[in-house]
């Protein structure tokens, strides 16, 4: 976890807040996640010294196993921050104006993910485990989702916040390099949430499968499992 980060965090949060798991609005994630992709083009170019040049500086690109997963992740902090800076203008523009509000957050083209508008139930929490994460989490689901699991009629019968909860985002800082360290930040993140989903009423924690691609851990590890025959999400019990 970078100097910044915190100095950055501490900064938007309330005297009362706990540094270990916590809610926090669109606009400071956004800032936060607009700091981690600087932080990750930096780590990923590997820089060295060639005495044959005179000591002179050279960066290039990381390879190995790691290099697609981090890709991924590239991206995703781009869509982790569209969709935070969408929530935000769409709060700030409408502010005091619920229904107006749900609509503009609806509209944000990046939150519609699996067929259906997710961004009038998104926040954002983060977990200041070293190192630290970052959570799009959208609180229940559209009512009406069908998820695969259904009851006589053929339709879902646990929507809204009774249905399942959905990671659309997860990031981890990116200075962070050893995977040991990583899964431990991703399982604590995820069995946060789980316990959230609990206390909420909710019908389970499910993941979807572009955010589980940039996942460093493993199914076993970070308790996931297929939830629907389309692949689009997978169930997390920890």
Excluded at 154 to 160: I, R
Aim: net charge negative; glycine share 12%.
């Amino acid at each position: 976890m970078t100097l910044l980060f915190l100095m950055l965090l501490l900064n938007f949060l309330p005297p009362t807040a706990s540094l270990a798991f916590m809610e926090i609005n669109p606009l400071k994630a956004a800032m936060l996640t607009k700091n981690w992709q600087g932080l990750l083009a930096e780590v990923d170019q590997k820089v060295g010294v060639v005495p044959e040049l005179g000591g002179t500086s050279v960066g290039m690109m990381r390879f190995g196993p790691e290099l697609e997963r981090r890709t991924l992740c590239k991206r995703q902090f781009e869509r982790f921050h569209e969709a935070n800076l969408g929530l935000a203008l769409a709060d700030k523009e409408n502010e005091g104006e619920e229904a107006d509000i749900i609509a503009a957050r609806e509209a944000i083209p990046v939150l519609r993910i699996a067929g259906y508008p997710r961004g009038a139930r998104c926040c954002v929490y983060a977990c200041l485990t070293s190192p630290a994460t970052m959570t799009l989490l959208e609180q229940g689901c559209h009512e009406d989702e069908v998820d695969g699991e259904v009851d006589g009629e053929g339709k879902d019968d646990n929507g809204g916040l009774s249905g399942w909860w959905s990671v659309l985002g997860l990031t981890v800082n990116p200075t962070e390099r050893d995977a040991d360290t990583i899964i431990a930040a991703e399982v604590a993140a995820l069995s946060e949430l789980c316990g959230l989903v609990s206390a909420g009423g909710g019908k389970g924690l499910r993941v979807e499968t572009s955010v589980k691609a940039t996942l460093a851990g493993g199914d076993v590890a970070l308790g996931l499992s297929p939830l629907d025959k389309e692949g689009a999400w997978h169930r997390c019990e920890l």
